[in-house]
């Protein structure tokens, strides 16, 4: 399996390029039958240039906690985060990512933990500096992938802030940047499951 996480949809090509309907069906249909528990992968964010650009300008530094990391990948710096479970139910899927994202600006510091991809909600919740839960990201349509029995992987996907999202960083961070920069980056998912 081979979904690069910064690929954009122009570079993939015309046969690279799935929509959610044809990830589904990469599946195989014995796996599609009831929930299975997830049992890793891996979950990535590639920040955009324009919001990479205007963070460095802020001077708001984003770095993962505990086991999420910031990788550089194909030149660009990538949020990785490990699955920790979840549930597979093809074509939905629950995914619990291991670690945070942690921004900061000044003395001003946000940390998003506990974060929960859904794919049939097309949201993201995490919790803002351990408190209450927040649907803090919209999931975009994914538009390339592949699968396999036990994994499948799809990316390409559009990753949002929602209004509460960019409400919770802009006031924990005293700043208007969120406000006006919306879309944070593209992902990619790589789910195994039994």
Do not use: C, W
Request: charged share 20%; aromatic share 6%; net charge positive.
């Amino acid at each position: 399996m081979n979904v690069i996480p910064t690929r954009r949809l122009a570079q993939a090509g015309a046969a690279a390029v799935l929509t959610a309907a044809t990830v589904v069906a990469a599946v195989p249909a014995a796996n599609a039958a009831s929930d299975s528990a997830v049992t890793g992968g891996k979950s990535y964010i590639a920040p955009t240039a324009a919001i990479a650009k205007a963070l460095a300008a802020k001077h708001i530094s984003l770095t993962g906690t505990g086991p999420a990391k910031i990788k550089t990948i194909d030149g660009a710096k990538t949020l990785v985060l490990p699955i920790s479970g979840g549930t597979a139910a093809p074509p939905n899927y629950v995914t619990k990512l291991g670690g945070g994202i942690r921004l900061k600006l000044k003395s001003h510091v946000v940390t998003l933990t506990g974060i929960v991809f859904d794919t049939k909600t097309h949201t993201a919740t995490a919790r803002v500096d351990r408190g209450s839960r927040v649907t803090i990201f919209r999931l975009g349509d994914p538009q390339e992938g592949d699968g396999g029995p036990g994994e499948v992987a799809f990316g390409d996907y559009p990753v949002t802030l929602t209004k509460a999202g960019f409400k919770k960083l802009d006031t924990k961070l005293h700043t208007q940047f969120f406000a006006t920069h919306k879309l944070v980056g593209y992902g990619t998912t790589d789910v195994k499951f039994k």
